[in-house]
């Protein structure tokens, strides 16, 4: 083949350029650290490196959050395992004052309701407790969970004769919060003894006896207790009348909607039954259901329908009610029920209880936790549930606890504090209890934070060994290039200076 | 026999030798002449008379080019492959800048970071740093999409007019062609045009590099050139076409072309040169069924429509009291929803059809049939909830009706054509959930605006106040039934469900295309990580085969070079042997002198 000038200079310029090219790139990688600068170079890594990142970002933000999420789950154990010592505190406070060697001296009772009232605060304290602007336990709000100036009233309870333990009573008793009013001392324990002579109940309100009053005529009973400064703060009690001074005119029971069975008159109680058994917690009628079958249990809803033997608007009450279907008395009436109507009014020596304590205004679910793509771990446990003891909690309401056992103290009433014994253990073992679904929910999250910080690592690894450049290799690689270089300029200088020119002259 | 034929011999020889000279002296100085063929002397031997055996000396027989048309064809047909990949790779180079994410400062990133903003957002809802931070999220990759737009639209206009320039460069090309061509034929009658034809040749190259050629060879020495699909382009020195910019619009937007005032189907008739290389680049590369914006538009269409799909089922930090839609109703509320033609749509109608561009919502036919859920009520403790079936074969007015018909809330047009939910006095709303997606279409809650990678943004109501952004989720109790709905102002569920946009998997389709699929189902990282990828390795195959093309065109050059290349090796020995032999031929006049006297002498 012939060889022209034209095309040694080609070859060697279309050489040096190609040098120049790998120069260039070694000099990129250099420059970025990255073996691939751009997608053309390895369209496969770049692939590879754009899912990695994808990944890698969705890690470290998991990663950012979950570590967040920890502490804030920290910070909400640390605050339920002091909510739990005071529980423990006041439990032992009740035990020892609830024993009538011990604690039987009313003014030093007096003096130690200071350390309940310091409880209450604590809780207080513990329960709102903020974290990065937000509350703890504000179950997804960001209103204060509770505050002295939102109150609730608690069910009311009985101790029958003022003695034993607390017993819950049925729907027809309830106190209410007049309007506005906001007791200047909070919380408040309401103590009312009922007495059937004089039908009158003495109220005692945080150890201060607040006189009595006359129970209504009116069934349901209502009356309003004046215990602010101002006229009309207070408390309207409002309450059933005994079944004794009540006579049912209508009566069904229904299970599943459908009426199942009518109690004529003389099914009421007093009728049928002696009157003795009104004493107990439980009103009883009868009826016959001929397709119950003795023993077995159902679900009723009675219905009853009231009024004074007096006369006067028909008071409409409804109850669930687990009926036991059993054989009784009469053989005609074979396959009977009883309904535990609980519809019982005040007896004679009864006490009656109430608390007012803030309300929770917090939301019923706190702010999930995402752990990884598709899913979530819940986060705090709400003031709901530890106060209230709604949702995972016993259906103990610590505040309404701690507002009574000071009620006891103030009152001076070591029966009173030793029936409020095992409500104060049942609110222990609430806030255990939330102590312990907060322990695991860290600890699940403290792991998947772990788990999280390995993904990191091993991504962060493969994305190295996917795109970087491995320096060792790009300057050897800079060397053989630079040395590649030398010798073609060296080459070329030789070839297209060796001339026939050169001879001529 | 006499001593003037010996001079005459010499004389012929003294002259045949400057010719030769002559030629060599052409050779040389045009060493570096591109497309120069080296020219030789053909020595041709006077025969003798015939009154004598001896020959009468040297003639000059003729000056040939030293050519091989077989090696020129195959660079003429190499150059057009090696001027479309050579387009390509320079436009591609600059598209692939576009979509370069090693430098972690790409649309991967900004999706990243808009996403994992979410998650800090779901850690703690009501910081407004956290929402103004996830708003900023969302105007960086909006905006971060808005310029990829105009980058690939602006790289689009410059390959345009490149395409116009192009074509007047074909078209001076041939017009002076013709003129060469027929200067060649009448040249040729009465010797060889040697160095014109050499000029024709690298005419017909610098042609050909432009625009797939086939050149036919003719007797009287002109040419016919074709384009290779038949197309006349230059005919018998005679007539030349010309190429010119039509007023018809080709599917990506731009003016077509049009040969000798005929519409030039550029796809099918074009299929080398830089020529098609420009085209591909506009209409297939970044235009197109596939092209960049294409997929582009159709990430963006996902990212939009499912993130606000989400976003319009949330409430910020307090609930409604009114909300306005963030896209244009359309200039038809009384047609039938999914018989809307959504913007920008271009679609053909009429006899004959005219092509216009649509007017309703974007994302007016992505709207199922489904039930939209509202909660009402004073405060967030006192929620009632509210539903309405939302039908997509009824009419925008009609469903807007559903939603009026709502006590406590109204739904009503305002006058920048926006659908606007307002509250009665005392009320507040918030969308508990929409399975339809007509919340997400109308634009009411929703974080992204636009249509496309063109206009793609962010709600401004969002931009001037970040805590309207929407990061919870009002509560039911019961969410395949519903009966009862709370709100609580930190719950974090709408942030968790925007965050979990990133990890659907989504269907990429342009509504422009049929409904076409692009790509394969993913999420929107794959999506655009396959993107990203295909994209390099049309980058990395073009650059291969331009390689290996330049390659083969260095070959072939070189295989010219070697045959019709000027060496100067070769011209200086050259230079020696007509040298020595016009020296020789002056010795010869010498020698006849010295005869001559010696004859004289004689005398």
Known sequence: ?505 | MSISDLLNVSKMGLLSSQSALMTVSHNIANVNTAGYSRQTVEFQARSANKHSSIGNGVDIANVARSVDALVDKRIIAGSAEEGRLEARDRYLTIIENVFNEMDKDGLASRLDSFFSSMDGLADNPTNPVSRADTVAGAESLANHIQKMHQTLSETALPVDQEISGMIDDINTLLSNLKSLDATIVSREVTGPALDLKDQRHDLVSQLGSLIDISVLQMDNGGIQVFTSHGQKLLMDSQFSATLARSGQTTESGFAGIEINGTEFDTTDFVKGGKLKGLLEVRDEVIYGKEGVLTQLDALVDEIRFQTNVVSSQTVSETMYKSQTGVFDLGNDLNTAMNALIPYPELVKVGTPPVQVKGTAPADVLRVTAGTLTFAVGKDADHLKLESVEIDPSRTLQENMEEIDAISGLNATVDANNRLVLTADSGTQYGVVSDSSGFMAAMGIGAIFTGSGSSDMGVNEALIADPDQFGVAKLTVDDPTNPTKVTFNNADNRGALALGRVRERESKFTLDSYKGTQLGSEGTFSFYYATMVGLFGATVSRNSEALTTQQSAQSFLTDLRDSISGVSLEEELTELIRFQQSFQASSKMVSSADDLFQTIIGMV
Do not use: C
């Open chain 1, 1 to 505: 083949m012939r060889v022209t000038q034209n095309m040694l200079f080609r070859s060697g310029v279309y050489a040096m350029q190609e040098r120049s090219q790998d120069m260039m790139v070694v000099q990129e990688q250099s420059v970025s650290g990255n073996r691939v600068n751009r997608p053309s170079e390895d369209p496969t890594a770049t692939y590879r490196h754009l899912m990695f990142s994808a990944d890698l970002s969705g890690v470290q933000s998991l990663k950012k959050t979950t570590v967040m999420a920890t502490e804030r789950i920290k910070a909400a154990e640390s605050n339920i395992d002091a909510m739990y010592d005071t529980m423990l505190s006041a439990q032992e406070l009740a035990l020892q004052y609830g024993n009538s060697f011990v604690g039987g001296d009313p003014e030093i009772m007096k003096a130690a309701s200071t350390n309940v009232f310091s409880y209450y605060q604590d809780f207080l304290k513990n329960v709102n407790q903020e974290m990065d602007g937000i509350p703890l336990f504000g179950g997804g709000r960001t209103i204060s969970p509770f505050d002295e100036t939102k109150l609730t009233v608690t069910d009311i309870q009985r101790r029958s004769k003022n003695v034993g333990d607390f017993q819950d009573v049925s729907s027809g008793f309830q106190a209410t919060l007049s309007s506005g009013y906001l007791p200047k001392e909070l919380p408040l324990s309401v103590k009312m003894i009922y007495a059937s002579v004089d039908n009158t109940f003495t109220v005692n309100v945080n150890g201060v006896d607040k006189g009595s009053f006359s129970a209504s005529a009116t069934d349901p009973g209502s009356w309003f207790l004046q215990v602010g400064e101002k006229s009309g703060e207070g408390f309207t009690f409002q309450y059933p009348m005994s079944g004794l001074q009540t006579a049912m005119k209508n009566s069904t029971a229904s299970a599943d909607g459908t009426d199942i069975a009518t109690f004529s008159s003389e099914a009421v109680n007093g009728s049928k039954f002696a009157s003795t058994a009104a004493q107990t917690n439980i009103d009883a009628v009868q009826a016959v259901l001929a397709q119950a079958v003795p023993g077995s249990d159902l679900n009723l809803l009675a219905t009853n329908m009231m009024a004074a033997d007096t006369g006067g608007t028909l008071t409409r009450e409804e109850a669930d009610v687990l009926a036991k279907a059993t054989v009784t008395y009469a053989t005609s009436r074979e396959d009977a029920v009883f309904i535990a109507a609980n519809t019982i009014g005040p007896q004679n020596g009864d006490a009656f209880y109430f608390e007012v304590v803030p309300k929770y205004q917090g939301g019923t679910q706190d702010r999930s936790i995402k752990v990884m793509n598709g899913r979530t771990l819940s986060g705090n446990v709400t003031g709901g549930e530890l106060i209230e003891g709604t949702q995972n909690g016993r259906g103990v309401n610590i505040f309404s606890i701690l507002a009574g056992l000071r009620g006891a103290m103030l009152r001076g009433d070591t029966t009173e504090v030793q029936a409020r014994i095992n409500e104060i253990q049942n609110g222990a073992q609430q806030i255990s209890d939330l102590q312990g679904v907060t322990g695991v929910r860290y600890t699940q999250v403290d792991s998947v934070s772990n788990t999280l910080e390995t993904d990191e690592a091993n991504l962060t690894e493969s994305m190295a060994s996917n795109s970087e450049a491995d320096l060792y290799e790009v300057l050897s690689h800079m060397q053989q290039i630079s040395q590649s270089l030398d010798v073609l300029a060296s080459t070329q200088r030789e070839i297209l200076n060796n001339s026939i020119l050169n001879y001529l002259n």
